[in-house]
């Protein structure tokens, strides 16, 4: 099991920049891989960017060139740098970690989510 403690999210203009940050309660190696996921109103959830405990990063098509994510082993903790914001970007983002077992199954554990908001 693991906890996900999000922050980071707010409000920002079209062009502006955020960065989102998700704790866990255990070392992120021991983890298959960790991402952010987001949900506008109405629409299902999604997959922003993951990274693997190897380090592989996966972006979703709309994001790429201007979302980074990033971890530090240390603080076992993951970012979602964001860059040149678009209201498109606005919705709830969740950090998620997954493990995958011996039969290739996966389970999830979700964070609290953390709004964000981007103006036009």
């Known amino acids: 099991q693991v906890q996900l403690v999000e922050s980071g999210g707010g409000l920002v203009q079209a062009g502006g920049s955020l960065r989102l940050s998700c704790s866990a309660s255990?070392?992120?190696?021991?983890?298959?891989?960790m991402g952010w996921y987001r949900q506008a109103p109405g629409k299902q959830r999604e997959l922003v960017a993951d990274?693997?405990?190897?380090?592989?990063?996966n972006y979703a098509y709309s994001v790429k060139g201007r979302f980074t994510i990033s971890r530090d082993i240390a603080k076992n903790t993951v970012y979602l740098q964001m860059n040149s914001l678009k209201p498109e970007d606005t919705g709830v983002y969740y950090c998620?970690?997954?493990?995958?077992?011996?039969?290739?199954?996966?389970?999830?554990?979700w964070g609290q989510g953390t709004q964000v908001t981007v103006s036009s």
């Open positions: 998620n970690a997954k493990f995958e077992n011996y039969y290739r199954d996966y389970t999830n554990y």
């Open positions: 255990r070392s992120i190696l021991s983890i298959n891989a």
């Open positions: 990274i693997t405990s190897g380090g592989s990063r």
